[in-house]
């Protein structure tokens, strides 16, 4: 095992603090940072820690990818390390955003590639052939838009702003309530038809008055709905997106909640900090709510508008030996998260085993933890990361003092 150092992200919605905390770097930093990449990503891997020089995790692998993943993860995943750990922090909204499920993956990147769409091109949009559903589990309070809202609470919210042709919406959608009335409204707003430049404003403004004519303390129904499209409309004027937020589920995670989105789920983060598990792709389509290449023809071939509550993930823990499991469905990734800690009298303490025979990242998240196998020891704080190959002995995890909140990301059974 050896310490694994992250890779960090600079995008504009990022935070100048958490981050540089997080990592024991000089706070604040000078660019917003926005993602600390634990992966073995060719864009961006993480360094692993061997006798401290620092070697390149991607590199790490390819080297010797039956004893870095085991045999039979080598097989499948053709050598790479299916999945890429993160850590968000989001101080502003991210892109309104749905990634391909792997056929389109496939389909897309042979496609851009036969057009010439070089791999470096702001307007590329197919990065690689793979898919990539994401798993995101808060840290602190998580704020998100993920999934088309379900039909009747949706028309309920049209109506609640008391604008005409928002009315005249919520008619066309109440008189048709599955998936096409729920792509005919989404691509009349995100392909401007109708003029909708008008309509944003005169929704920021019903969202504001909305907001007003509230009573002392009293939450109206929809107060974080129109909370939401009144932020994202100072930030976006003239951007669909504003409009588009009324359709989708309006989530607040709590920290230890977790959120897994499935391919072709609209979705955009919001604000928060969150740890993030997704298949090892960087395949991105864009619908608003950013500077980046924006592809709406190509989001509507890849989008799921079945509407639905989005459930959020409560691990499934046993209790015993305080390990809880994110469920998703993936082959690519499993994520757990351990709450290790020491008796009041410390006299004893919760440990937890990783066996051989699988990868695993290792990240600290709070309190400090040491690791043990025969031979080998390393302490992580808060903010720390390792790096467990498949060649491993059986590690055990323990809290170096009172109490350790650590995140284990492994290759999925799914
Ligand atoms: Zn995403």
């Known amino acids: 095992m050896n310490r694994l150092h992250g890779a960090i992200r600079s995008y504009r919605w990022g935070s100048h603090t958490v981050l540089a905390e997080l990592t024991g770097r000089p706070s604040p930093s000078d660019r917003p940072e926005a993602e600390l990449w634990l992966g073995a990503h060719p864009a961006d891997p993480a360094r692993v820690d061997?006798?401290?020089?620092?070697?390149?995790?991607?590199?790490?692998?390819?080297?010797?990818?039956?004893?870095?993943?085991?045999?039979?993860?080598?097989?499948?995943?053709?050598?790479?390390?299916?999945f890429l750990l993160k850590v968000l922090a989001a101080e502003e909204?991210?892109?309104?955003?749905?990634?391909?499920?792997?056929?389109?993956?496939?389909?897309?990147?042979?496609?851009?590639?036969a057009n010439g769409v070089p791999l470096d091109s702001p307007a590329r949009n197919y990065k690689d052939d793979n898919h990539k559903p994401e798993l995101v589990v808060a840290l602190t309070k998580f704020e998100a838009l993920a999934g088309f809202r379900d039909v009747r609470r949706t028309v309920a919210l049209l109506r609640a702003l008391g604008v005409a042709e928002l009315d005249r919406c919520a008619e066309q959608l109440a008189a048709q309530t599955d998936s096409s009335g729920m792509r005919a409204l989404f691509t009349q707003w995100i392909t401007g038809d109708k003029h909708p430049a008008a309509l944003i404003g005169g929704v920021v403004e019903a969202c504001r008055r909305y907001l007003s004519t509230m009573c002392?303390?009293?939450?109206?129904?929809?107060?974080?709905?129109?909370?939401?499209?009144?932020?994202?409309?100072?930030?976006?004027?003239?951007?669909?997106?504003?409009?588009?937020?009324?359709?989708?589920?309006?989530?607040t995670l709590e920290p230890g909640e977790g959120l897994f989105l499935a391919a072709g789920n609209l979705h955009a983060y919001l604000r928060g900090v969150a740890v993030e598990i997704m298949a090892n792709s960087d395949n991105v389509l864009r619908g608003g709510l950013t500077q980046k290449h924006v592809d709406v023809p190509e989001l509507l071939k890849v989008l799921d508008f079945r509407p639905a509550p989005m459930p959020v993930l409560r691990a499934n823990g046993d209790g015993r030996d305080n390990r809880h499991l994110y469920h998703t469905p993936e082959?690519?990734?499993?994520?757990?998260?351990?709450?290790?800690?020491?008796?009041?009298?410390?006299?004893?303490?919760?440990?937890?085993?990783?066996?051989a025979g699988?990868?695993?990242?290792?990240?600290?998240?709070?309190?400090?933890?040491?690791?043990s196998s025969p031979g080998a020891s390393l302490e992580l704080s808060a903010g720390q990361s390792a790096w467990l190959p498949a060649s491993n002995p059986a590690v055990t995890l323990a809290p170096a003092q009172q109490h350790a909140e650590v995140f284990v990301a492994t290759t999925g059974s799914g």
């Open 50 to 82: 061997d006798a401290g020089s620092g070697v390149s995790l991607f590199d790490v692998i390819s080297a010797d990818p039956h004893g870095q993943l085991g045999a039979t993860n080598a097989e499948r995943f053709r050598g790479r390390l299916p």
């Open 93 to 113: 909204p991210l892109s309104l955003q749905a990634h391909p499920n792997s056929v389109q993956a496939r389909e897309g990147f042979e496609r851009e590639d």
């Open 216 to 251: 002392d303390g009293a939450e109206g129904e929809f107060a974080a709905e129109a909370q939401t499209a009144l932020d994202l409309g100072s930030r976006y004027p003239n951007d669909p997106g504003v409009l588009i937020s009324l359709l989708l589920n309006r989530i």
């Open 331 to 355: 082959a690519e990734f499993e994520l757990t998260r351990l709450h290790l800690d020491t008796s009041s009298n410390g006299a004893s303490s919760s440990a937890a085993t990783l066996g």
């Open 358 to 371: 699988a990868p695993r990242i290792v990240l600290c998240t709070a309190g400090s933890t040491v690791l």
